[in-house]
């Protein structure tokens, strides 16, 4: 029987599927509140707890953190893992930055355009948002009477991405991948700062605003699993009978405080098992390339373009026009923007590195001028 490791080592895999019926999912849950506006409730959320747009998201987490686990441990060192996510995230997000500012902005706004331009808000939604940090969702005078007013609310995963990218990064720095016991101690502080931080969430209103904090630990815990199967990939079966018991579990602490984790725990291997379930038809998808980050990306500004142009609009409908809108634009994103752009990654790596080195020569010139 194979395990997760024997099956990551080949190239063919359903993952640039699974992420794509995610990317597509966030879209047809996003349908429902930009349509209807913030009481909206989805068909999932009333029965599971969890909107389609939230099991989304726990299903790019979980991938994201076995995979990027694996592009840290085959990267040559530190500074190539990061010029490839880099070129994986900022391509893509510049453009549909500019093109939110500069070409929907001006058109959709309620603001005459010299006014539009001049505001800074026009510009912080650019630094903010390129920075990750304190993301912004609007722009003056546009889509204000929608339904969900706002230009791209999808974008607030994109900190949280960032920064458990970083986990992987030190991670990498300490060789936890290579080291059993240093990758089990990592779990154990993280499980314990878990536990503590929910204990203390339900029983105290002192982390009431560390919505960061608790953002993190609640979309990191998909992650973490993901990269707790990559280090031990090789002792994890592929075989839908170990999903049986996760499913149990998760089935017997329905409407507990600890649904959410066993719940993710089984869908995360679910995920896993069938992304490695491959067969002929899928591998034909893949030859297609990867249209789940434009998906994400495009697909919230458009949905708004419909709610202002088409007043009164069903979701049904929103997400039947908007689709093949935002898929056009997340093939053009991948085949002229995010695809060629990974391909520098190499050269990216090495003109940093070469950065680098002048900079520490410089520096070191200077301390001999000085001594």
Partial sequence: MNTLGDLAS???????????????????SHSYPLSQGSTAVEPLSGWLGLSLGELAVITFFCVSGFFISLSRDRAPGLIDFVAARCLRIYPGLTLVLLLSVFLIGPIFTTLSTPEYLRSGATYGYLSHNLTLFSMQFQLPGLFEDNPWPGINGSLWTLFYEVMLYV?????????????NRRFATFLLVYGVAYVTFKVLSANTTLLADLHRLQYFFTWG??????????????????????FLPMAALAAGSYQTPYFFE???????YLIFYLGFATHPLVDRYN????????VYIYAFPVQEILAHQFKGIGPVTMMLVAFPIVLAAAVFSWHFIEKPAMTRRHALAAHITHSFSGLKAYWAGMGKGTA
């Fill in 10 to 28: 080949r190239r063919n895999n359903n993952f640039n599927l699974i992420r794509m019926l995610a990317a597509t999912a966030v879209l047809v």
């Fill in 167 to 179: 986990l992987v990064g030190g991670l990498g720095i300490f060789s936890c991948y290579g080291n």
């Fill in 221 to 242: 815990f998909p992650f973490v699993l993901g990269m707790s199967l990559y280090r031990y990939r090789q002792h994890i079966q592929h075989r839908f009978l170990w």
């Fill in 262 to 268: 066993c719940f993710v725990l089984a869908w995360t």
């Fill in 287 to 294: 030859r297609l390339g990867d249209y789940s980050y434009g």
